[in-house]
């Protein structure tokens, strides 16, 4: 028998969670941005992106080892339209993406193209003669992988501050006005500052994906005790409930006025779960798949890809296109059993 106040109290708790945890790695976030020298859009689409596809990683893992690549391999794609249908598509729908162009998005839109069209060429290899290892094609993607976030490392910010602001702000601190944001002993204090903010951000993160359990955990049990089948609270509430992560981090940084650090952490995990992730699952055991099964799911995620593409090179994404990107996700819902 579910004591259903008692989950939903549990509910509450984890919502509060999600959203205390969220800020704080954030807030390690941009620390770590300015710390390093990255952009907010590197930060993001390295950082954050490899922060929130370790549900997907660790689903690969166990996957794998259990001899189920498959699972796996659904979990990448479905995570994926989840990422642009819902993530982009609300953050469009509420305004924030409508300038949101940049080089460096431009640059990882064309290779989130170019690598989502790799499922459907592996699917293909089933119905025709011709037949390609899947290790040589994991070891390729994990080689875009390695390059992507090398060229993404040289991106740094141009920006550094003015010696003659510098120098103001040790003069102030030798009169006795200190500022907290600079300190004329940079070696020691930046040290300090490295170590807590990635501190901060491990420890923020845990409480973010532990929050995100339980808040699933609790929905789940909600779902359950008001007659909502287990597998339809598998299939979908699940399935959400495991990319919260990644909706709470975006939607914190873009309060925090971090657009592209959230832009960067949702296309940036994109490419994770296709280059780093399958690439490993690829590596690690044979593309034994339902080719029917994911003929179902290639249409929505090459749709949400080519379309956040065509968007984002004409400028960004407007309120209406954000819709059709939300679209496209409920649509993904209905319709894929």
């Known amino acids: ?34 710390i390093t020298g990255l952009s907010d859009m590197a930060a993001g689409s390295i950082i954050l992106a490899v922060l929130t596809s370790a549900p997907e990683l660790f689903v690969a893992i166990f996957s794998v080892t259990g001899g ?18 819902a993530i982009l598509g609300l953050l469009g729908m509420l305004g924030y993406l409508r300038l949101c162009c940049s080089d460096i998005i431009l640059d990882l839109a064309d290779t989130l193209s170019i690598v989502s069209l790799i499922p459907l060429f592996l699917v293909a290899t089933q119905y025709f003669s011709f037949e390609i290892p899947s290790q040589l094609i994991g070891l390729i993607l994990l080689i875009i992988f390695i390059i992507n976030t090398y060229l993404l490392l040289k991106k740094k910010n141009n920006k550094p501050k003015p010696v003659c602001e510098i120098q103001q702000t040790c003069n102030l601190q030798k009169e006795g006005k200190s500022n907290p944001e600079l300190d004329c002993d940079m070696g020691k204090n930046t040290r300090i500052n490295k170590t807590k903010t990635v501190i901060i951000l491990i420890l923020s993160f845990a409480l973010v994906v532990i929050s995100a359990q339980f808040t699933v955990y609790s929905a789940s049990n909600i779902a359950i005790a008001f007659g909502v089948p287990a597998i339809l609270v598998g299939a979908k509430l699940v399935s959400i409930g495991t990319s919260l992560p990644e909706l709470t981090l975006n939607l914190e940084a873009v309060r925090r006025g971090r657009v592209q650090l959230a832009i960067g952490g949702v296309v940036g995990s994109n490419l994770v779960n296709i280059t780093l992730i399958l690439g490993l699952v690829l590596l690690a055991s044979p593309f034994q798949v339902n080719p029917s099964v994911f003929l179902e799911i290639l249409p929505f995620l090459l749709i949400t890809t080519i379309a956040f593409w065509r968007f984002v090179t004409k400028g960004g994404i407007s309120r209406i296109e954000g819709g059709l990107l939300l679209l496209s996700y409920l649509a993904f819902l209905i319709l894929v059993a």
Do not use: P, R, W, Y
Request: net charge negative; hydrophobic share 50%.
């Open 68 to 85: 189920n690549s498959a699972v796996s391999i659904g979990d990448i794609l479905g995570s994926n339209i989840f990422n642009i249908g």
């Open 1 to 34: 028998m579910i004591d259903t106040g008692f989950q939903v109290l549990i509910l509450i708790g984890s919502l509060v969670g999600l959203a205390s945890s969220s800020h704080f790695a954030v807030k390690s976030m941009e620390d770590i941005a300015e």
